[in-house]
């Protein structure tokens, strides 16, 4: 079973970029799928993308993300990445990572404001 933790959120203008990290420890990390999920205030967490274990499958919510984030991996590195690009104020949320089912980080916040 892996670990998770997250990084790279923080305060960041309207337009700008971020790029999340999450560091898997244990064992296992190059055999899961591994997805993003984001929570907005008072909601639920929801999904943002996923990625198969050997990198080579992506799948984005829909259109108000793709295009501006991309999910990545490094196996050799045991880390998942997501690229966030023009962030929008309605991007503000607590980002988690999730490797397979039901194993999650902690989170990490993005708040885009001016």
């Known amino acids: 079973q892996v670990q998770l933790v997250e990084s790279g959120g923080g305060l960041v203008l309207p337009g700008g970029s971020l790029r999340l990290s999450c560091v898997a420890s244990?064992?296992?990390?190059?055999?899961?799928?591994m997805s993003w999920y984001r929570q907005f205030p008072g909601k639920e967490r929801e999904f943002v993308a996923e990625?198969?274990?050997?990198?080579?499958?992506?799948?984005y919510v829909d259109s108000s993300v793709k295009g501006r984030f991309t999910i990545s991996r490094d196996n050799a590195k045991t880390t998942l990445y997501l690229q966030m690009n023009s962030l929008k104020s309605e991007d503000t949320a607590v980002y988690y990572c999730?490797?397979?089912?039901?194993?999650w980080g902690q989170g990490t916040q993005v708040t885009v404001s001016s």
């Open positions: 999730k490797a397979g089912p039901n194993t």
């Open positions: 990625i198969s274990a050997s990198g080579r499958t992506t799948h």
């Open positions: 244990g064992s296992g990390f190059s055999s899961y799928g």
